[in-house]
């Protein structure tokens, strides 16, 4: 986080969660080559096992490329006092650009986007969203605890001039 009088410039990099992300992929990719591998003995075996290297090659397709998606993409959150805008970038090209004016947003709540275990330990992904009429805006995210989660919304909320209600916490989604 970059600081410059009213400016606040956030950067969330490439190559965030490398381990999960790159993890996703290649489990996806393992599923494309099975799928692979079917086509190949479809023509022995016949027509059935082509249906089947079809949905596993496409499945792990899609699996592959939202690994590689998670894994390649960054995000640059900026707030100057009047507006915030946010740029989703892949390979350095802008995906997606969304601003809003501090007076259009109404909340700023937290999403669960992931949840899982690792042996004992529960494994929490969070990101902190401005909603305003046209959509949401991400301010944060990769937050791994409640806490942090609290002190994200409390910082944006008096940074941007929205009370924030902390009633549930302010969570929605399930996650996955």
Known sequence: MERNGDQVLIRY?????PVR??????????FVMIGVLLWGHAEREGFMLWIMGV??????????????????????????????????????IPLRTRR?????????????????????RAILDFSVEAHYPE??????????????????REYFGDLIGVAVNDSGRGVSGSGS
């Open 13 to 17: 990099p490439a190559f965030r969660n």
């Open 55 to 92: 949905i596993f090659s496409g499945v792990g397709g899609l699996v592959a490329m939202a690994g590689l998606y998670a894994l390649l993409n960054s995000l640059e959150v900026l707030l100057d006092g009047r507006l915030v805008s946010s740029v989703r970038r892949l390979f350095g």
């Open 135 to 152: 959509g949401t805006l991400v301010l944060a995210q990769h937050l791994g605890a409640h806490s942090a989660v609290k002190t994200a």
């Open 100 to 120: 809003a004016a501090y007076h259009e947003i109404y909340d700023i709540r937290a999403r669960k986007v992931f949840s899982g275990t690792a042996g004992k």
């Open 21 to 30: 992300n790159g993890l996703i992929a290649l489990f996806g990719g393992v």
